[in-house]
Every structure is written in C-alpha cells, then in structure tokens.
C-alpha cells in the first residue's frame, strides 16, 4: 500500500497571500489528520476529518480551515499568511476506532512552508 | 482533559547503554499511547502502542514501553542504544471519545561513539 503523501513537499508564500496544502490518505483511512510544526511550538494539532466531516479542531485562529473529500483526499487552507504560518505541516491518516482504543496514525512527508 | 509531559528535552547516553525517554500523561478516559520517532527531515514513524491489553508493550527496533496506571507513565526504553537511534521522540495520547491527540514537546535522544 502507498503511503499518505503530501503535495507540495516545499512552499514559499509572501505575507497576505494564501496557501492550499494537500493530502492524500492511505488506501482505506477515512480519518485525516492535520498537524503544525514549529522549533518553538513543537507538534500541534489543527483539525481531523473523518467520512467529510470535521470531527475535531485544535486552538488555531479562524485563517486556517480544511475540508475532505468524497475519496478522503484533504485540503487544508491558510488564508491572510502570517510570518509565524512558516512552519512543517503535517498530514496523517488512520482507520476508525477499533473496540474503544484509537488506531495508529501514519504520517506523511510533511509540506514545509516559510512565509517571506 | 488530556496532556502529556516529556520529562526530558534532551537525553544523551553512549552506544551500547540503556536509554530511558519519560512520559507523563493525563486523561479523563482509558487512552491510548503511542511513541513516535523523527529522524532529521524525516516524517513521524510509530515505534510502538498501547490500547488497554498487555501492558508491556513491544515495539519496532527493540523499544518497549510499560503502561503503568497507577503513575499515569508510559516511559520508552531500550536496552542498548545504537547511533542510529539519534532522533526526537515523541509520546502521544488519544482518546477515543474526543478524537483529540495531543503529542508531546518531543525527547531529543542524542547518542556517542
């Protein structure tokens, strides 16, 4: 089975612009994770979707959003870029709850983004 | 609610001695816990997991971690460090109820020759 992938790997933005990130699931996992790395602010979670539907949301500001589609592809959005947007974001998927206990997350490559 | 602490930023040992990652954790329900590792410019890899059976658990490149209630811990080891262990760690916990994860700030496990 292929990986999770993310395209692109690297991306250069100027303030104020925006920025479309993607992901694309392994085969089967409905469930897609998203995820911002910093030096400072270490691994934070943004939002997971699961069957097209935003399930949870960490404590990010409103510019960010995402969406899901019919085939589990995700898209996340960063609108009004900011200096602090520069950063490894990363995408995961995984298969639904089993039994009470949460599945594993497999990650992709991750989208490096430096704001300008 | 749920967090997780790693007691240690940094962590340093020589090849060929045990090596030792803290975990601390939080959670209104029965988590799940996870390890990661991330090699430099590499994306996160599972090491090993724990979801409620044995609470010993084994792991890829011979880590184990020991799932222990009482003391709310999930500490990684691993009998003999190798140079290929240099990497950050992370510790996870989930919880099946809220579908949130939340990762640690990350163990930097440095290893010398």
């Known amino acids: 089975k292929a990986g999770v992938t993310q395209t692109p790997r690297y991306l250069i933005k100027t303030r104020g612009q925006q920025v479309t990130l993607s992901c694309s699931p392994i085969?089967?996992?409905?469930?897609v994770s998203w995820y911002q790395q910093t030096p400072g602010q270490g691994l934070q979670f943004l939002f997971e979707?699961?069957?097209?539907?935003?399930?949870n949301k960490g404590n990010f500001p409103g510019r960010f959003s995402g969406r899901q589609f019919s085939n589990s592809r995700s898209e996340m959005n960063v609108s009004t870029l900011e200096l602090g947007d520069s950063a490894l974001y990363l995408c995961a998927s995984r298969t639904s709850t089993s039994g009470g206990a949460v599945n594993e997350q497999f990650f992709g490559p991750g989208t490096r983004l430096t704001v300008l | 609610a749920q967090s997780v602490t790693q007691l240690d930023s940094h962590v340093s040992v020589s090849e060929g001695t045990p090596v030792l990652l803290r975990c601390n954790y939080s959670s209104s329900y029965s988590p799940s816990l996870f390890w990661y590792v991330q090699h430099p410019n590499k994306g996160l890899q599972l090491l090993l997991k724990y979801t409620s059976a044995a609470t010993l658990v084994k792991g890829i490149n011979g880590f184990e971690a020991e799932f222990k209630k009482s003391e709310t811990s999930f500490h990684l080891t691993k009998p003999s460090a190798h140079m290929s262990d240099a990497a950050e760690y992370f510790c996870?916990?989930?919880?099946?109820?809220?579908?949130?994860?939340?990762f640690g700030a990350g163990t930097r496990l440095f290893v010398k020759a």
């Open positions: 085969s089967g996992h409905r469930s």
């Open positions: 979707y699961f069957s097209e539907t935003q399930r």
């Open positions: 996870v916990v989930s919880e099946a109820g809220g579908f949130k994860t939340i």
